[in-house]
């Protein structure tokens, strides 16, 4: 089954790529960005409603993805807010620059980021799934790789030590990403 990806960013649709064994599905980008008010409560019904709005659109099948990273020491501060922490129109390294100031004295750095993926085939079949990836908020930025937050947060159980940033193939098998994908193609593999 193919499915569009309801996403503009593309470092989410390079990973979706990689991460989907295309013996069950496969993701293709959306030739055409359609703007979504992500005001829902909760991530998966922001993921529904971005899902949504492409399949009105499309009228196929459709993966979104809403994610975020939750911080301990400040709760309620990023989560479904994660991309608008610290206000409008910051860059990446401007956001999580404001994230480690925030947390400069702060003993507490656990954290973890959170992916809902919706898989919308149609308005009668929805489906949702789950990933989640823990760790801590470094006191400082480490490496390059990635996007968002990827050089302040160093998940737990790591093989290798550092950031998501520094381990982009490690960050590929386990992020919450990775984790959401894995369970999603687990379900469509035992329907087929
Ligand atoms: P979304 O695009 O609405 O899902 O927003 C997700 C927010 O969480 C953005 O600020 C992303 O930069 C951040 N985020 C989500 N997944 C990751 C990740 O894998 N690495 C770093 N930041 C992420």
């Given at each position: 089954m193919n499915l569009i990806l309801a996403s503009g960013n593309s470092h989410k649709a390079e990973e979706f790529a990689e991460l989907f064994d295309k013996k069950y599905l496969s993701v293709e980008a959306a030739s055409k960005k359609i703007e979504v008010v992500e005001d829902g409560d909760s991530f998966q019904e922001n993921a529904f409603k971005k899902a949504e709005a492409y399949y009105k659109e499309f009228k196929a099948p459709i993966l979104s993805d809403d994610s975020g990273l939750v911080v301990e020491a400040l709760p309620g501060e990023l989560g479904i807010k994660t991309a608008r922490y610290g206000g409008e129109g910051l860059s990446d390294i401007e956001r999580y620059e404001h994230l480690l100031k925030n947390l400069?004295?702060?003993?507490?750095r656990k954290a973890h980021f959170i992916c809902v993926l919706c898989c919308y085939l149609n308005p009668e079949e929805v489906f949702f799934f789950e990933g989640r990836c823990f760790g801590e908020i470094s006191d400082k930025a480490l490496g390059?790789?990635?996007?968002?937050y990827d050089p302040v947060f160093i998940p737990e159980n790591a093989n290798a030590k550092g950031s998501f940033a520094q381990n982009p193939e490690w960050k590929m098998k386990n992020s919450h990403r990775a984790k959401a994908v894995k369970i999603a193609q687990q379900f469509f593999a035992s329907r087929a």
């Open positions: 400069e004295s702060e003993p507490n390059l790789d990635g996007f968002g």
